[in-house]
């Protein structure tokens, strides 16, 4: 993978222009600094972006020029990407569970901000991090609500629980904070209503009043033809909950949206290798490539179906079930795609809000999944 040189117009004119054999994503600069400076305005907190949605240094850059000043890592590969692309940021090292040779990297970089969700790492902790200015957030978790695939599973103390951690947090000198994540995509506000209004008995609870509430990620990107998701209800709701639940001991806000930011920055340029029997489709790229997450969260509908010469198909869409060009029998999108009617072997499919959880998750099994980044003007097919 790598990012071109070359500035285009619009995907269009990249099919037109290379009618390119491997999968394309196109990245739009405009598009990603528009929905940070939305974020900034909107969102009454530090606004930190999660690297591991993707991790792109023209991504980060960019990101930087908007006004990002904090970025929510998970590794010592990213402590020390964001360190090298953006010196002076705000990191947040809010992966759990870290082996101690990963505490003492970041340690070491200087990082100040932590998130933990057991007793054994809160420990692991306390040992190794100096607590003087250092910042421990207890992450919890609620059962979910409106989001497209659960974290809970696998991060979060019970609210009883962070309720004890967060008390032990404030006892060994360290900065107590909480954090949460209401879970991918989260189209359902009122989710981060029931975490906010949990953190303030949590606090309660422990007879600890938090310094930082961090409200996680989740927000959603467009990903349905239908309206693009009203961030700014979210950001409202956030910020009236957390005064209702806290009232004069309000923390101080910090989101880590990570999809929300960038997804909408990239569309990914794809090709139909053949419709076997008039019936199902084969692209150039799958589950094992640009399309991992799709299993995961369900479909992007927000395609187009593209001709060699640059224009739209426009026939009447036909469900299709579309596999991706490994050998692997499980390499197939969820369900049936909305295809138009009229599509051949050679067009393109252009899946739009592709900028999460697609280069940074592409393999190159079965030989496949070699992947161009490019820029362009406008992502409007």
């Not at 993978?1 to 117009?9: E, F, H, Q, R, V």
């Not at 150039?284 to 399309?291: M, V």
């Not at 596999?323 to 393109?348: K, N, Q, Y």
Request: with cysteine; glycine share 10%; proline share 7%.
């Amino acid at each position: 993978m790598g990012l071109s040189k070359t500035i285009w117009a619009t995907p269009s004119e990249i099919i037109r222009t290379k009618e390119p054999d491997h999968p394309v994503l196109v990245f739009a600069p405009t598009v990603l600094q528009a929905t940070a400076r939305r974020f900034l305005k909107g969102f009454a907190g530090l606004v930190t972006y999660a690297v591991k949605s993707n991790p792109d240094e023209m991504v980060i850059q960019n990101l930087v020029a908007a006004g990002i000043k904090g970025f929510d890592v998970a590794s010592p590969f990213e402590i020390d990407l964001v360190k090298r692309l953006a010196p002076g940021a705000a990191l947040h090292y809010h992966n759990p569970v870290r082996a101690r040779s990963e505490i003492a990297h970041a340690v070491a970089a200087g990082v100040t901000s932590w998130s933990v969700d057991s007793a054994s790492e809160l420990e692991k902790l306390i040992a190794m991090v100096p607590a003087e200015g250092c910042e421990l957030s207890v992450r919890f978790k609620l059962p979910v609500s409106g989001a497209a695939y659960n974290f809970g599973a696998k991060f979060g103390a019970t609210p009883d629980l962070a309720a004890r951690l967060l008390k032990r947090v404030q006892e060994a000198g360290f900065i107590p904070s909480l954090t949460f994540h209401p879970g991918t995509q989260c189209t359902d506000p009122m989710a981060w209503d029931a975490y906010i209004r949990t953190a303030a008995q949590i606090c309660a609870d422990a007879g600890v009043q938090a310094r930082r509430l961090n409200v996680g990620g989740g927000f959603p990107s467009h990903r349905t033809t239908g309206p693009a998701p009203v961030l700014e209800a979210i950001f409202d709701l956030i910020d009236r909950v957390a005064t209702e639940a806290f009232g004069a001991t309000r923390p101080l806000l910090v989101c880590e949206p990570g999809r929300g930011l960038v997804a909408d920055a990239f569309s990914h340029i794809t090709r139909v290798k053949a419709v076997r029997d008039g019936e199902h489709v084969f692209l150039n790229d799958g589950i094992y490539g640009g399309l991992a997450e799709l299993p995961l969260v369900g479909n992007i509908d927000r395609i187009d179906v593209v001709s060699p010469e640059g224009q739209i198909r426009r026939a009447a869409v036909q469900p299709r079930v579309v596999f991706g060009p490994t050998c692997d029998s499980v390499d197939r999108l969820p369900g049936e795609l909305p295809l138009a009617g009229d599509m051949i072997e050679g067009d393109f499919i252009v899946f739009h809000g592709m900028g999460a959880y697609s280069s940074a998750t592409n393999t190159r099994f079965n030989g496949f999944g070699a992947m161009e980044i490019v820029t362009a003007l406008s992502l409007r097919a």
